[in-house]
């Protein structure tokens, strides 16, 4: 069975303090990690793509990171409106739709 | 210009009435899916559906039942409703079984 955990569960920082999200996972055959952001009554709001170790993509002052075991979600120099839940899911080897973590809460204080 | 859109927003219901939520993309995925978010906020799969195969998440009581009248729309059904059955329910779409989702912005159901 596919497992996420992501760390920690909650995060404050002030703003401008950079800082790294944790997903660890074990997956039969990676065919896809994912990274959302939710906001408080909406959906996820689809992030990153992440298929292969050593894969990096950036957008805006998000970083996401792959490994064979974890990603990383990197943060640089964050201002309140990033304030959110951090998901990260992964796609496994059946078609049964996305696994995910419980998520990062990130509150980013001016 | 709304990608995934999920109708109601807010259900409140008694229990065992049955209800259905509708969902509808516009993006022209073939995979369709339904997620539960339970009051701790963790998102669970229930069912992914294309054209050709539904999967169904084995924990999800057969009251669930998902109904596609074509290839944009993926409807919930719920028979006899139950107290733990309140939760918000999203929908959410893909090219492909392994690409990205996109999801609606979500069903909020309360059973009394």
């Known amino acids: 069975e596919d497992q996420v955990t992501q760390s920690p569960e909650a995060l404050r920082l002030q703003e401008g303090e950079s800082s790294s999200l944790n997903c660890s996972y074990t997956?039969?055959?990676?065919?896809?990690l994912f990274w959302y952001r939710q906001d408080p009554g909406k959906g996820p709001e689809f992030l990153f793509t992440?298929?292969?170790a050593g894969e990096e993509k950036e957008k805006e002052r998000l970083k996401a990171t792959l490994t064979k075991k974890e990603s990383f979600l990197h943060i640089t120099a964050p201002k309140p409106e990033d304030s959110a839940t951090y998901l990260c899911a992964v796609a496994g080897g059946g078609a049964d739709g996305l696994t995910f973590g419980k998520g990062t809460h990130l509150i980013i204080q001016p | 210009d709304t990608a995934v859109s999920q109708t109601p927003k807010y259900l409140v219901t008694q229990m065992g009435n049955d209800k259905s939520i509708k969902c509808e993309q516009n993006l022209g995925h073939d995979t369709m899916y339904w997620y539960k978010q339970d009051s701790k906020k963790f998102l669970k799969i229930m069912f992914s559906?294309?054209?050709?195969?539904?999967?169904i998440n084995e924990t999800v009581p057969n009251r669930f039942s998902p109904k596609s009248p074509d290839k944009a729309h993926l409807n919930l059904h719920i028979n006899s409703l139950e107290l733990g059955d309140s939760a918000v329910y999203f929908c959410a779409s893909s090219y492909q079984a392994y690409n990205e989702q996109f999801f609606g912005p979500g069903t909020r159901l309360t059973v009394l």
């Open positions: 559906y294309n054209n050709k195969e539904l999967i």
């Open positions: 992440l298929y292969s």
């Open positions: 997956v039969s055959g990676l065919r896809g």
